[in-house]
């Protein structure tokens, strides 16, 4: 239970659930999909508890991941100091809030490093929402037993799943449509690197699914057209789809003549680890696409600091924590001489120890080791002989075991294969003899055996001869790689047990 987390799609008309645990594959405990269209929104946060309730969740800490007036830029930079970085992202912040918007919180997460003409710079993504989002959430939350580690987006959770369970083809882009109520977030993904993000807010009222399917596909093909128009190089290479919306399918085997792209969902079930969950697993699967920025939300190394976070001075404090790099690598440097001294002289200290304890040990060595083989050889002959004692104190007095089977190849038929012959040793012996007889026929085959059978019961040794179950007639195909035609044989399979005396 110390190490559950549970990742949260919020929205205030459905919020989807889902409790992990990180590992080398994440493990799923429970999850819960809310629908609160017709829950008064002052009763949301107490239909929440009741859900954390009846469902038995027992994690403690949320991830959240949000759905609002947000905005998603890529940029591009050379390694920066803590306070230049702070400074850089809070510069372009401002750039991409919205006119008329004052308050709006930032975060950013440095996603990998690239060289461009010799020089190394990074990748970061920038993401602005509007505080009131953010104040939503954690108003939400605050009604709940949950403590809140991490506010993060759809867009960027959806994005973070893709990296732990996406193989990436090299410079291919792949456009990723997630459905979020009445949100539509259109992603182009290369890398693991978010190049364009955008939210279409449909409202399908009374719509028919074929006329989602046209409305989504038209604006689908206007996202293409303006990523193209951005990134005219780039060569899209497939569509996932995820989210809670029934047109997911219909889109998907749509996507390859309306958009040239071959679109599948987002495929991560082997991913997961089912050990512990609670609940049906055939109805988890069923609401897997709708979990998928629930559970990227919940999937990363360090919950709460890793990735995005819009928590008010989340960021800030993780930029007071990093530590100047120049420093921090002087420092490191004269600790490693140190150490590097420190370990050498330990090491030279022990090693004269050690190789006197060696020889010392071999020297024992040499006079114990043959009497242990010694030892070991007399302990295998004594259970060998046990072993043998045991089985013939088993069988021996109950019959003549070699004229038992002597007797028995006398009325064997030459068409009769014994596959197996078990005997118990029991308060009632017996013997089971199974196998089978191959004939032109069955009536043939059935005689052979019947024949067996009745001089099995002749035989003086056994006190009743019984048939468990009836004989299972089969063919077998006995042609050979000389044989012109196939033959056919009849195949009699039986079980006869034999009850000792």
């Not at 290479?237 to 919306?245: E, H, L, P, R, V």
């Not at 085997?253 to 609670?278: T, V, Y």
């Not at 988890?284 to 709708?290: D, E």
Request: hydrophobic content about 40%; some cysteine.
């Amino acid at each position: 239970m110390a190490n559950r987390i549970l990742g949260i799609e919020y929205a205030d008309d459905r919020i989807k659930i889902v409790e992990v645990g990180l590992g080398r594959r994440l493990r799923i405990f429970n999850f819960a999909v809310i629908d609160n269209r017709s829950v008064d929104p002052q009763r949301r946060a107490e239909q929440f508890n009741h859900t954390l309730q009846v469902r038995g969740f027992e994690a403690k800490e949320a991830l959240v991941a949000s759905s609002g007036n947000v905005e998603h830029r890529l940029l591009t930079l050379p390694p920066l100091s803590t306070r230049e970085m702070h400074f850089v992202m809070q510069r372009e912040s401002k750039k991409l809030a919205p006119a008329g918007i004052a308050e709006m919180i930032w975060s950013y997460d440095v996603l990998k490093t690239k060289e461009e003409l010799g020089i190394k710079k990074n990748q970061i993504l920038l993401v602005t929402a509007e505080r009131p989002m953010v104040d939503a959430a954690q108003q939400f939350f605050s009604q709940t037993r949950l403590k809140l580690l991490q506010v993060t987006t759809v867009p960027e959770a959806v994005l973070n799943l893709l990296r732990q369970v996406t193989a990436w083809k090299k410079d291919a882009v792949r456009t990723v449509v997630h459905f979020a109520g009445d949100l539509v977030h259109i992603l182009f993904v290369q890398d693991g690197v978010l190049l364009l993000s955008r939210e279409v807010r449909f409202d399908y009222g009374d719509t028919q699914q074929s006329d989602q399917v046209e409305r989504i596909t038209s604006e689908l093909k206007r996202s293409t057209m303006y990523f193209r128009q951005n990134y005219p190089q780039a060569q899209l290479d497939q569509i996932f789809f995820s989210g809670d919306n029934d047109v997911i399918g219909a889109l998907s085997s749509r996507s390859a003549d309306e958009l040239n792209l071959h679109g599948s969902l987002i495929q991560f079930e082997e991913n997961l680890e089912k050990s512990g969950f609670r609940g049906n697993w055939d109805e988890f699967r069923f609401n897997l696409p709708a979990l998928t920025a629930a559970i990227g939300a919940a999937w990363r190394k360090t919950p709460g600091i890793t990735g995005v976070n819009l928590l008010p001075g989340k960021t800030q404090a993780r930029e007071q924590a990093g530590l100047n790099p120049t420093k921090v690598a002087r420092t490191a440097c004269a600790v490693a001489v140190a150490i590097a001294l420190l370990i050498g002289a330990y090491y030279l200290r022990e090693k004269g120890k050690i190789d006197a304890d060696r020889q010392t040990f071999t020297q024992r060595a040499a006079i114990v080791d043959p009497k242990l083989q010694q030892a070991t050889e007399m302990m295998a002959l004594s259970n060998s002989a046990e072993q043998r004692s045991a089985f013939l104190h088993r069988v021996e007095p109950r019959a003549d075991w070699t004229e038992i089977f002597r007797s028995l190849t006398f009325i064997v038929p030459e068409t009769a294969v014994f596959d197996a012959i078990q005997v118990q040793s029991a308060d009632r012996p017996k013997m089971t003899i199974r196998g089978h007889l191959s004939a032109l026929t069955a009536a043939q085959g059935n005689a052979d055996f019947n024949r067996f059978f009745s001089s099995l019961r002749a035989l003086p040794f056994f006190k009743t001869v019984t048939m468990p179950k009836p004989t299972a007639v089969s063919y077998e195909d006995t042609a050979t790689a000389g044989q012109v035609s196939t033959q056919i044989r009849s195949k009699v399979s039986f079980e006869v047990e034999c009850q000792l005396p």
